[in-house]
């Protein structure tokens, strides 16, 4: 009767049985490691959703258009891509004139413009 008991609680809704717990750590590793196509596009798009909204709250800040022009290569948008490069590349120009350190300007900087090349060199292709 015990072991019923333990069978039952395993089996509702409480905990997972081992075999679920399995398929669910493999199921992670899958996706992690293995995505389907609209695994990869509902990440992109949810990605892309957060640094929208990012930027919405911070514009001023170019590490928000490196990430989304890096995005965007990821997804094939190289137009996109190129504007979000663009704009980090002033921002970070501005930030380099204003800040007394200026080490994340000069990494975002520096990330902007290799992403612009990399936009350059696709559409080129």
């Keep these: 009767m015990m072991t019923e008991q333990v069978h039952d609680t395993r089996a509702g809704e409480g905990d997972p049985s081992p075999s679920r717990v399995e398929n669910n750590a493999w199921e992670r590793f899958r996706r992690r490691w293995f995505p389907t196509a609209a ?3 509902q990440s992109l798009t949810r990605r892309l959703a957060m ?3 990012a930027i919405e ?3 001023e ?3 928000g258009y490196v990430l989304r022009g890096e995005l965007h290569l990821e997804a094939g948008l190289i137009d996109q891509a190129v504007s979000d490069f663009q704009h980090a590349l002033r921002l970070g120009e501005a930030g380099l004139k204003s800040e007394t350190w200026g080490v994340l300007a000069q ?5 902007a ?3 612009l090349e990399r936009a350059h060199r696709l559409k080129n292709r």
């Design 39 to 41: 695994e990869r596009t």
């Design 51 to 53: 640094l929208d909204r």
């Design 57 to 59: 709250q911070n514009g």
């Design 61 to 63: 800040l170019s590490s």
């Design 107 to 111: 990494v975002m900087r520096d990330r």
């Design 113 to 115: 413009q290799r992403g």
